[in-house]
């Protein structure tokens, strides 16, 4: 459903041009769950961003549900980050003035409109899905590193996304604490969203089931 064909992504700085991308081709069908592992520097992030239409990739393909999405309209973007992608980042960007619940809830905030009452039972029902049920009115400094990140992930899948795009979601977390969070987004994927993750660690990679090596801008996909 998100397919990535010959993706080529330089940076240009100071008048150098640094290719990044190199040819970087990548299918995520339904329900699947792919970690994108290598170096530090060797693109992961990129790529991510390049799949999440955060960056227009120089050339190549991307396409979503069969229709090209790389050279798409602002207008078409937002409304696909709006309703079919979410993404989560490693610093889980909570608002520290407002409760979990309220965190959830951000997605549906537009301009002044209330939110609506089945948005408000949705933003409950994604707290509990992450462990978190009854910690809604928490603010984030009230709650765990591990668990504002579960805030995050439940933010995430709020408007019940067709993909999750992770950028380590882990990396600010110890060990035992992450493999919790990668607990979660492995069981999330049975019915929830397609999830594309970023990780350094070999151990959470295991739970993907396509792990695909970032070397030199070049990706190879392992299994
Ligand atoms: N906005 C930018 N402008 C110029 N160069 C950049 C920019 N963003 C990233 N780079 C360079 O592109 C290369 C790939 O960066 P990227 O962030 O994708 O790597 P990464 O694999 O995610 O690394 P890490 O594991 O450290 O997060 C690096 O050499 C980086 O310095
Ligand atoms: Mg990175």
Redesign the pocket.
Known sequence: MLSARDICKS?R?QGVE?P?LRNVSLDIEPGGFVAIV??????????LSVLSTLLRPDSGALTWQGRAIDHASERVINALRRKDFSVVFQQHQLMPYLTAQENVLLPFMHGLRPVKREQTDRARECLARVGLAGKGERLPGQLSGGEQQRVAIARALATSPAMLFAD?PTGSLDKATGQGIMELLAGLNSDGPAVVL?T?EPAYAKLARTVAV?EDGRLTIQA
Not at 38 to 47: D, V, W
């Open positions: 940076y700085s640094t990044v290598g170096r530090s520097g060797s693109g992961k992030s990129t790529l380590e970023v350094h970032m």
